[in-house]
């Protein structure tokens, strides 16, 4: 098993990942079993274009 370099981001990152959703309308819980593919995909890929931008901006 891979060790993680930031444990502490975890929560972050969660908490980044519910307020997309809720910004895009996606129903995410701690099940998401019911969800489609493409549904948690495009908030994952959200996720990833706004933290490119941060880093971008910060370069």
Known sequence: ????????????????????AKEMGVPFTD??????SKQCGSV?????KRMVE???KGL
């Open 1 to 20: 098993m891979a060790q993680k370099l930031v444990p502490e981001a975890k929560n972050g990152l969660s908490k980044f990942k519910m307020e997309i």
């Open 31 to 36: 099940y998401n079993g019911e969800l489609s």
């Open 44 to 48: 994952g890929g959200e996720m990833v």
């Open 54 to 56: 941060q880093y971008e």
